[in-house]
């Protein structure tokens, strides 16, 4: 295709007639109008549009000159063919395993990868450029992590850490690598980092504005408007009332498979773990056994993913006055070892739902795009390279369980978890007493968990003055549940949770 107008005169027709030839391309082979990466070169690709507004970009702007491979939009990538590349140093780790380290979460900040493994080894061969000529601690790719770590940790602004990359390329001999600004610096860092979503959502956690609500303004529920409303009591179009901020997982689960040894320890339940009877990781729990014998399909691929997540609500600001609530939610993935899978560079920000309210029971319209790419997983992801095992393969994965404390747990599934009926396992029968002068309920039957002939069992003063002798309930299976939420049981469940949306 043809590609000259890209250094054409913004105002000739050449350029005109190029930039929507771009535009139908992309179009066509991403099959969306409203959410493509825009190549100006203040956007260089990190932020996504529709076709109006990328036009726009383009003619103000310019497009960025450098972006000659249109990977992005569906160009085919360039690879090496040599199939034996991966990304791996000659000590067996990872080369970007350092990156994921010190950008942690940071990394969202920048656009995605493609999936060709090539393109990331092209990528990371680059950043294995000594910082300067004879110098040995850094390269060009970790000396600029950690200085986009500085940033991130410090709170930076754009110019300031600008002014930093220039004094630091003066302090350094010279032929040093540094990037001279913010600008380049993103442009090195893009190819590791990965694509974020921000949703527009409902202040009174109504809806996300996505899919069949995303050109709305108001809510269809609530019918309160989609923007800000100012001191003056005028709406700023534009500026939106309550933000949501995606993090896919899809493509951060593909880049952990290119990884040499990611992959690698990704199958250590099955290939290496030892077999002795004790519960010393999830892989011995009855959940990983109940889903490995419902559907042995599943379980026959040890690269499968189980996962687990966990969300709670935060005061983000120093201000202990302050009630402001925001809410992380965090997926963990079980396939690791135990000494990897609880480390902080495998854990994965998928959503972050500011305040300054706290969702509560709403927390499920917050859910949605997750549960989404819950249900893609569940199907398969084709096409996924594993670079130890040198082929591509069909990635899936399940949620196995949630982390919580007791008000989160609450949320998430719907239980009703205060008053007289508290108890998920009780349910109905919970056994409540409200006290007389304190005016707070308390739960008296824990005793019948004890063995039956336990000697709390019978005392009576220590307790509530009789003996009991009652035994545990049955926990309610899943079945059990969704029948009772569908049959208006309102008594123990708030609502139907949105993870029976799941095919497990």
């Given amino acids: 295709m043809d590609k000259s107008w890209m250094h054409s005169d913004r105002r000739s027709k050449a350029h005109e007639f190029g930039v929507e030839a771009f535009l139908n391309f992309a179009v066509e082979n991403l099959l969306t109008t409203t959410h493509i990466r825009c190549p100006c070169v203040k956007c260089v690709n990190l932020k996504l549009f529709g076709v109006g507004i990328i036009r726009d970009h383009v003619y103000f702007n310019g497009i960025d000159q450098s972006y000659k491979n249109w990977t992005f939009h569906g160009e085919p990538w360039e690879a090496t063919t040599n199939a034996s590349r991966n990304v791996e140093e000659d000590d067996g780790h990872s080369r970007y395993s350092f990156v994921s380290e010190e950008i942690d979460m940071d990394d969202n900040d920048f656009g995605d990868f493609g999936s060709d493994p090539y393109e990331f080894a092209n990528v990371i061969g680059d950043g294995d450029q000594p910082v300067y000529p004879g110098c040995r601690k850094y390269t060009k790719l970790s000396a600029l992590v950690k200085l986009y770590n500085l940033k991130a940790k410090h709170g930076m602004s754009d110019v300031c850490f600008t002014e930093l990359l220039i004094l630091q390329g003066d302090l350094l001999p010279e032929g040093n690598t540094i990037p001279t600004s913010m600008y ?20 009174n956690d109504c809806i996300l504005y996505r899919k069949e609500y995303e050109d709305s303004t108001n809510c269809p529920t609530c019918g309160i408007s989609r923007w800000k409303e100012g001191k003056d009591s005028i709406l700023k179009e534009g500026v939106p009332a309550k933000v949501v901020w995606y993090f896919p997982p899809i493509p951060r689960f593909k880049r952990m498979f290119q990884s040499h040894e990611t992959a690698k320890s990704l199958t250590w339940h099955a290939a290496k773990k030892s077999i002795d009877g004790q519960m010393s990781h999830p892989a011995d729990s009855p959940s990983w056994k109940l889903l490995d ?30 009630r402001y609530s925001c809410w992380p939610v965090i997926l963990v993935t079980y396939n690791l070892p135990p000494w990897l899978c609880m480390k902080r560079k495998f854990m994965m920000l998928t959503l972050l739902i500011s305040g300054p309210k706290q969702p509560g029971n709403d927390i499920d319209v917050y859910l949605e795009p997750l549960i989404d790419d819950l249900k893609s997983l569940w199907v398969g992801i084709r096409g996924v390279y594993d670079a130890h095992n040198g082929e591509y393969f069909t990635l899936r994965a399940a949620l196995m369980w949630t982390i919580n404390d007791f ?22 029968d919970t056994p409540s007493h409200r006290l007389k002068n304190g005016h707070k309920i308390c739960y008296i039957g824990h005793r019948k968990w004890l063995p039956i002939n336990h000697p709390y069992r019978r005392q009576r003063a220590a307790f509530n003055g009789k003996p009991e002798y009652g035994i545990p309930p049955e926990p309610l299976t899943g079945e059990e549940v969704l029948h009772m939420v569908e049959n208006g049981d309102r008594v123990c469940w708030k609502k139907k949770s949105i993870f029976f949306d799941l095919e497990y």
């Fill in 184 to 203: 380049e610096a993103k442009k090195t860092l893009c190819a590791l980092g990965l694509s974020y979503e921000k949703m527009h959502a409902c202040p």
């Fill in 293 to 322: 014998d419902k559907w042995p399909e599943f379980g026959n691929e040890p690269r499968n993913l189980r996962l687990a997540l966990s969300s709670d609500g935060f005061n983000p600001h120093s201000s202990l006055s302050s």
């Fill in 407 to 428: 008000p989160a747990y609450g949320n998430l599934s719907g239980c009703v978890v205060k008053g007289y009926k508290a108890c998920p396992i009780c349910g109905d």
